[in-house]
């Protein structure tokens, strides 16, 4: 069975630096895609950045990108000027035949 | 475009009764899947319909189900609810690829809470 795991369940960073959140998952699979998600406080989930596991290259959305290791499993979340509303819960996720989500990290951008 | 909408928004039941909830998906999607989030567990998957189909369940109970009708939208139903089935009820559609999702698209959710 797949499994997410993210190993940060908080950080937080000041506003304008970058911060990385962890992420590593478990798959016999060879092609499959991997998620950032953010949920702010009390609003909707949505998507950050997205992986196709067949391409080698890291995905890059504006100052988020992402640090992409097939084998080792890794898939971490790089954050850049980091901003006050970037403050949200960060889900990590795993698709093959379903969807399968990390615990999350929170995290806290500081002004 | 319109999202992802859910209704209801909030929910109080108490315990053995039953609820539904309900889901209407993006326009064209036709893969809806069902989420139980809660701070103890996180987001677990329930399950997905795809073509009025399931496609895919989690590991949770008989007492939660679901149903996908021809027009896409989705319900799902908790019957005999119990005190720790309060949670956040997330609902995603997306277009369905061969080898997983290519991406969800979540609704704001439906918060039951069980007295």
């Known amino acids: 069975a797949q499994t997410v795991t993210q190993s940060q369940p908080e950080m937080s960073v000041q506003e304008a630096e970058t911060v990385t959140l962890s992420c590593t998952y478990d798959?016999?699979?060879?092609?499959?895609?991997l998620f950032w998600y953010k949920q702010p406080p009390s609003r909707q989930m949505i998507l950050v950045i997205r992986q196709e596991a067949y391409k080698q290259q890291n995905a890059t959305e504006n100052r988020f990108s992402v640090n992409f290791q097939k084998a080792a499993k890794s898939f971490s979340l790089k954050i850049s000027d980091s901003q006050l509303g970037d403050t949200a819960m960060y889900f990590c996720a795993f698709s093959y035949n379903d969807m399968r989500f990390g615990a999350g990290t929170r995290l806290t951008v500081k002004p | 475009k319109a999202g992802v909408t859910q209704t209801p928004r909030y929910l109080i039941k108490t315990r053995g009764q039953q609820v539904t909830l309900s889901c209407s998906p993006i326009?064209?999607?036709?893969?809806v899947s069902w989420y139980q989030q809660t701070p103890g567990q996180g987001l677990q998957f329930l399950f997905e319909y795809f073509s009025e189909t399931q496609r895919n369940k989690g590991n949770f109970p008989g007492r939660f189900s679901g149903r996908q009708f021809s027009n896409s939208r989705s319900e799902m139903n908790v019957s005999t609810l119990e005190l720790g089935d309060s949670a956040l009820y997330l609902c995603a559609s997306s277009f369905r690829l061969a080898g997983g999702f290519n991406e969800q698209f979540f609704g704001p959710g439906t918060r039951l809470t069980v007295l």
């Open positions: 798959t016999s699979e060879n092609n499959y895609y």
């Open positions: 326009s064209g999607h036709r893969s």
